[in-house]
């Protein structure tokens, strides 16, 4: 019998994938972004009755209407946004009037006393922890609880990306939730590169057609095409050995001839100082502040941390052997989301969508990991 988990500001699912492939069935989720919901309900075993779109106090207050959902749960996860959250702020994060979000997270804990909890946040929240868990204990009971936390890297487990974050994890079956995380580290994890992630994946061309995100051509490419995969060890990896037959979300966005041509000259590895652009780079009186405008990643490198600042553009991205920026499904591999994981909306939307996403084979690490104390 599979154990239950519910997902809070789930995003497009990237959590919630890696712990159903654990082994968790998602029987509800939460988000208050529309494109992501449709996304998450497109790709994750879970119907549209089971998924809340809407801010979380609604829900909250709301809660009756979806208690049977909520009975017996054995893992609640969720990454709730911190707005208020600084290191020079002093106000307690939990008092915070920016962290809404914080404190309703807590609250449904409160509600559903799940077995586990995660959250996953930015790793400088690591420096708050004592008062974190004070916020955690005294909504939770400390007696109820077993709590530790770790800042774990997704280039440890297997993902092909240096990309550091926040996780807390607590549980009321008796585990010594510090030997969870224990655990988690002494694992034994692939070791690959972004030369396995995108390298086998068809060359693109750029849009150069401003504005025009409908073109789809050999060039431009696809958002979804037949294809044929090379049955690497990362393609066996993320897609757990099985057969996908087409290619979805590898589409290149416009780029100017300026942009062009700088992707073109920069070596991998390299920024916006490289003497190799400095003739063509524009804001050369704000280099100090620029100097990541422009970063063409390296294959034989982890990539550097995907965000959804690719949404606006993908400098800081540049594919280490074409001109041009990674497409949202080679962001998508580098965040291990298997090739037929489809994203929907808009396509700068796809890039959000991956960006936020936690890295879909380090919750599966998680969740294996729990599972055994379940």
């Given amino acids: 019998m599979k154990k239950t988990m519910i997902d809070l500001f789930s995003g497009c699912g990237g959590l919630s994938l890696g712990l159903e492939q654990a082994g968790f069935d998602v029987v509800f989720a939460n988000d208050i972004n529309p494109i992501c919901a449709e996304t998450f309900i497109d790709n994750i075993k879970i119907n549209k009755n089971q998924f809340f779109l809407g801010d979380i106090k609604e829900l909250i207050e709301n809660y009756q209407k979806y208690e049977k959902h909520f009975k017996d749960v054995d893992l609640v996860s969720g990454g709730p946004p911190c707005q208020g959250f600084s ?10 009037p920016r962290n809404v979000l914080y404190k309703a997270y807590l609250k449904f804990l409160s509600i559903v006393k799940p077995r586990f909890f995660i959250m996953e946040n930015v790793k ?4 708050k922890i004592d008062e974190i868990i004070e916020d955690f204990n005294k909504v939770l009971s400390k007696e109820e609880y ?26 009321r079956v008796g585990a010594e939730t510090k030997d969870i995380f224990k655990n988690i ?10 030369r396995d992630a995108i390298s086998d994946l068809p060359a693109l061309g750029t849009n150069k057609v401003k504005n ?9 490419g696809f958002k979804k095409i037949e294809y044929t995969y090379k049955k690497t060890d990362y393609y066996n990896f993320i897609n757990d050995n099985r057969e996908i037959k087409f290619l979805y979300n590898h589409k290149n966005r416009y780029n100017n001839e300026r942009d062009i041509k700088i992707f073109s000259l920069l070596p991998q590895g390299e920024n916006s100082l490289h003497h190799s652009i400095a003739d063509i780079m524009p804001y050369k009186t704000r280099n100090h502040i620029f100097k990541d405008k422009y970063f063409k990643l390296k294959y034989d490198e982890v990539s550097k941390t ?8 993908c400098n800081m991205y540049i594919h280490p052997t074409q001109a041009r920026g990674l497409s949202p499904r ?7 989301f298997p090739d037929d994981f489809i994203f929907t909306g808009a396509q700068n939307s796809w890039y959000l969508q991956i960006g936020n996403a936690v890295p879909v084979k380090l919750a599966k690490v998680i969740g294996d990991e729990i599972l055994k104390w379940l």
């Fill in 306 to 313: 995907i965000t959804s600042h690719m949404k606006f553009d």
């Fill in 212 to 220: 025009n995100t409908a073109i789809e051509n050999n060039e431009v």
């Fill in 185 to 194: 580290r002494n694992g034994k994890y692939e070791n690959f590169v972004l």
């Fill in 87 to 96: 290191m020079a702020n002093r106000q307690r994060i939990i008092d915070d």
């Fill in 146 to 171: 077993n709590i530790d936390f770790d800042v774990l890297n997704a280039k440890d487990f297997g993902v092909p990306q240096n990309r550091e974050r926040f996780f807390i994890i607590g549980n």
């Fill in 330 to 336: 080679e962001a998508a591999r580098i965040q291990t």
């Fill in 124 to 127: 400088g929240m690591a420096k």
